[in-house]
């Protein structure tokens, strides 16, 4: 049980999960290039000792592998669980009341405990421009805090009980902003500070608001859990960390005594700045937007502060690790919260949000009747109306029938589906909703649409294993790939309008038609390089569905309209680049070659990769 930040890197560093790096790093895309590269060999946690232009340290990679999150939380690991356990089914601790007798005491131990109103013992005042402005990608609008724990209160209800601890993007220099000044913090109005900002404005007050950062890592952790309702993060933070979350108050606003930054201010009604770009968990950059901004009250740092950070891009990321600390936490919680769902997969490869696997039950269907998608379309609604599941533009759901599925097993998966699907009957679209923020292949910020592909039975088709003749020689749609068995890949003109893809996609059908159906290949990508999403699964599943947004996107094969439903032969969707996505993360070519220093010989990380 760590009392701060720093207690948890000696003991990684002593356990050899952890490897400092002495040399002067610059905090311009050095320090995130490091950590990228240092994530995909699956490398250790690392502490920046000398980060150029402050004088405090920071670390990075703690949560890179799932084996060093669980080693960190091995104490209290079991006894978190427990808890969130409890408060998805109360009737445990009726049935087996003896049994939790433990568990309670773990959570009243883990209630937030207030200190005296002053400065904690070794807090020091600083300012914005002390702390490590790290700067991830070439084109983000400034320096980001990565890793943040954005703290507010219910205006309505004061107090720590009824406060929200979320992870927020906080842009701490460049654009519009005032350095040591004003900060932006990127969230959405649903958001629990967005609910508190909204009663805030509506009384004509400005919401007080403090950024934690460092600390115990599960101060981190409870800032990003989807916890049960009534479990508060505050209470989840102490109870992984073992230790009651310790706080006090200074000029009304909460400082967390045990983190190692906290940043105080305040977001006055309607007041934005935009805020941006930043290259994001998608593998692009989002883009310049308004949003809150933070007028700086005071800046704190504890003695020998500790900056913690990660680096986001393309999936998998330090953030993936995250996901599956969650889902190893909360368990069967999605299942518990709607009936006949199995499980649920948000593919990371394909960005998280764009893409979930679903396994449901089918038994609507009467044993005298064809089996088909019936109790499955009630849970693809279920699902999609559940907490950031909502944000998903694809869901592919099945049943299990004559074998066990298993949704993190992305080819057969597919596969399962693709044998299965009644290309006239099973694709069901949802237009004009929303999406996740983050996303620029809608018609706007939020605004897009989601289709459902339900498909269960009997198997219809053997999937080609070759391209097929049908999408060979074709004037204008070259270079046909093998993605997957059922899958083809094939590159098309350079996209222009989506009323030139109608055109394009029909002369593509038209061309397919004249060659005889082609029912072993039932999903054609439209693409502008083919080799690269046939190269493996990830890129297929990562261009296939960042790239496209359902309404706008697919098309078909003989493709047909009936009584609003619509149907193909083979569906086709048009992932090629479209002027209003966003740029995908490119690494800047001279940092590249110059992190090498840090892996070199004699270097501090040498050998890691």
């Given at each position: 049980?760590?009392?701060?930040?720093?207690?948890?890197?000696?003991?990684?560093?002593?356990?050899?999960?952890?490897?400092?790096i002495?040399?002067?790093?610059?905090?311009?895309?050095?320090?995130?290039?490091?950590?990228?590269?240092?994530y995909?060999?699956?490398?250790?946690?690392?502490?920046?000792?000398?980060v150029?232009?402050?004088?405090?340290?920071?670390?990075?990679?703690?949560?890179?592998?799932?084996?060093?999150?669980?080693?960190?939380?091995?104490?209290?690991?079991?006894?978190?669980?427990?808890?969130?356990?409890?408060?998805?089914?109360?009737?445990?601790?009726?049935?087996?009341?003896?049994?939790?007798?433990?568990?309670?005491?773990?959570?009243?131990?883990?209630?937030?405990?207030?200190?005296?109103?002053?400065?904690?013992?070794?807090?020091?005042?600083?300012?914005?421009?002390?702390?490590?402005?790290?700067?991830?990608?070439p084109d983000?609008?400034?320096?980001?805090?990565?890793?943040?724990q954005?703290?507010?209160?219910?205006?309505?209800?004061?107090g720590?009980?009824?406060?929200?601890?979320?992870?927020?993007?906080?842009?701490?220099?460049?654009?519009?902003?005032e350095?040591?000044?004003?900060?932006?913090?990127?969230?959405?109005i649903h958001?629990?500070?967005?609910?508190?900002?909204?009663?805030?404005?509506?009384?004509?007050?400005?919401?007080?608001?403090?950024v934690?950062?460092?600390?115990?890592?599960?101060?981190?952790?409870?800032?990003?859990?989807?916890?049960?309702?009534?479990?508060?993060?505050?209470?989840?933070?102490?109870?992984?960390?073992?230790?009651?979350?310790?706080?006090?108050?200074?000029?009304?606003?909460?400082?967390?005594?045990?983190?190692?930054?906290?940043?105080?201010?305040?977001?006055?009604?309607?007041?934005?700045?935009?805020?941006?770009?930043?290259?994001?968990?998608?593998?692009?950059?989002?883009?310049?937007?308004?949003?809150?901004?933070?007028?700086?009250?005071?800046?704190?740092?504890?003695?020998?502060?500790?900056?913690?950070?990660?680096?986001?891009g393309?999936?998998?990321?330090?953030?993936?690790?995250?996901?599956?600390?969650?889902?190893?936490?909360?368990?069967?919680?999605?299942?518990?919260?709607?009936?006949?769902?199995?499980?649920?997969?948000?593919?990371?490869?394909?960005?998280?949000?764009?893409?979930?696997f679903?396994?449901?039950?089918?038994?609507?269907?009467?044993?005298?009747?064809?089996?088909?998608?019936?109790?499955?379309?009630?849970i693809?609604?279920?699902?999609?109306?559940?907490?950031?599941?909502?944000?998903?533009?694809?869901?592919?759901?099945?049943?299990?029938?004559?074998?066990?599925?298993?949704?993190?097993k992305?080819?057969?998966?597919?596969?399962?589906?693709?044998?299965?699907i009644?290309?006239?009957?099973?694709?069901?679209?949802?237009?004009?909703?929303?999406?996740?923020?983050?996303?620029?292949?809608?018609?706007?910020?939020?605004?897009?649409?989601?289709?459902?592909?339900?498909?269960?039975?009997?198997?219809?088709?053997?999937?080609?294993?070759e391209?097929?003749?049908?999408?060979?020689?074709?004037?204008?749609f070259?270079?046909?790939?093998?993605?997957?068995?059922?899958?083809?890949?094939?590159?098309?003109?350079?996209?222009?309008?989506?009323?030139?893809?109608?055109?394009?996609?029909?002369?593509?059908?038209?061309?397919?038609?004249?060659?005889?159906?082609?029912?072993?290949?039932?999903?054609?990508?439209?693409?502008?390089d083919?080799?690269?999403?046939?190269?493996?699964?990830?890129?297929?599943?990562?261009?296939?569905?960042?790239?496209?947004?359902?309404?706008?996107?697919?098309?078909?094969?003989?493709?047909?309209?009936?009584?609003?439903?619509?149907?193909?032969?083979?569906?086709?969707?048009?992932?090629r680049?479209?002027?209003?996505?966003?740029?995908?993360?490119?690494?800047?070519?001279?940092?590249?070659?110059?992190?090498?220093?840090?892996?070199?010989?004699?270097a501090?990380?040498?050998?890691?990769?």
């Amino acid at each position: 049980m760590y009392k701060n930040l720093e207690e948890c890197i000696l003991d990684l560093e002593k356990h050899g999960h952890l490897i400092r790096i002495k040399e002067e790093v610059d905090p311009y895309l050095e320090m995130a290039s490091i950590q990228l590269k240092v994530y995909e060999a699956g490398g250790p946690a690392l502490f920046f000792e000398n980060v150029k232009g402050t004088k405090f340290g920071a670390v990075s990679n703690l949560f890179g592998t799932i084996e060093r999150s669980k080693f960190i939380f091995r104490k209290t690991w079991d006894a978190a669980q427990n808890v969130v356990a409890l408060r998805n089914d109360p009737m445990m601790a009726l049935k087996n009341p003896f049994n939790h007798v433990r568990t309670g005491l773990a959570a009243s131990n883990a209630l937030p405990k207030k200190l005296s109103s002053s400065l904690p013992v070794g807090f020091q005042e600083i300012s914005i421009s002390d702390l490590p402005l790290i700067h991830h990608w070439p084109d983000d609008g400034g320096a980001f805090i990565t890793l943040p724990q954005v703290y507010s209160e219910d205006p309505d209800k004061p107090g720590i009980m009824n406060s929200n601890l979320g992870m927020y993007r906080v842009q701490l220099n460049g654009n519009d902003y005032e350095l040591n000044k004003d900060i932006g913090v990127h969230y959405q109005i649903h958001r629990g500070i967005g609910v508190h900002q909204a009663k805030a404005s509506k009384k004509g007050e400005p919401l007080k608001v403090s950024v934690f950062i460092g600390g115990p890592p599960a101060h981190t952790l409870a800032a990003v859990m989807p916890l049960p309702e009534g479990l508060s993060e505050m209470t989840f933070a102490g109870l992984l960390a073992g230790r009651r979350f310790r706080y006090s108050y200074i000029d009304g606003y909460c400082i967390s005594n045990d983190a190692d930054f906290v940043i105080t201010g305040d977001i006055y009604p309607r007041e934005t700045k935009p805020e941006g770009p930043f290259g994001d968990h998608l593998g692009y950059y989002s883009l310049v937007h308004e949003f809150p901004v933070m007028r700086v009250h005071k800046v704190y740092a504890r003695e020998n502060a500790i900056w913690p950070f990660t680096a986001v891009g393309r999936p998998p990321q330090e953030d993936t690790s995250f996901g599956a600390l969650i889902h190893e936490l909360t368990g069967d919680a999605i299942q518990r919260e709607i009936p006949g769902v199995k499980e649920v997969h948000a593919v990371d490869a394909a960005g998280v949000h764009p893409l979930l696997f679903a396994i449901g039950s089918e038994r609507y269907t009467p044993y005298q009747q064809a089996k088909q998608p019936a109790e499955l379309l009630t849970i693809a609604n279920r699902i999609l109306g559940s907490g950031q599941l909502s944000l998903a533009k694809y869901l592919f759901i099945t049943a299990e029938d004559d074998k066990p599925l298993d949704t993190h097993k992305e080819e057969e998966f597919i596969t399962y589906i693709l044998e299965r699907i009644d290309l006239h009957r099973d694709i069901h679209f949802q237009t004009n909703t929303t999406i996740d923020t983050l996303d620029y292949t809608g018609t706007g910020l939020n605004t897009g649409s989601k289709v459902i592909i339900a498909a269960y039975g009997d198997k219809k088709r053997d999937l080609c294993t070759e391209v097929p003749a049908n999408l060979q020689g074709l004037d204008d749609f070259k270079n046909p790939k093998l993605v997957m068995p059922g899958v083809v890949a094939i590159e098309g003109p350079k996209f222009s309008t989506h009323a030139d893809t109608e055109t394009e996609t029909q002369n593509l059908s038209n061309a397919i038609k004249e060659k005889g159906p082609m029912p072993t290949c039932p999903m054609i990508i439209l693409c502008d390089d083919s080799q690269f999403i046939s190269e493996d699964i990830n890129n297929f599943l990562w261009v296939t569905f960042t790239r496209s947004n359902p309404s706008h996107d697919i098309h078909g094969v003989n493709g047909y309209y009936e009584y609003k439903h619509w149907g193909c032969d083979n569906i086709i969707i048009d992932v090629r680049t479209k002027p209003h996505h966003a740029p995908a993360l490119i690494p800047d070519a001279n940092v590249e070659n110059n992190v090498k220093r840090f892996f070199a010989k004699g270097a501090s990380l040498e050998g890691v990769l």
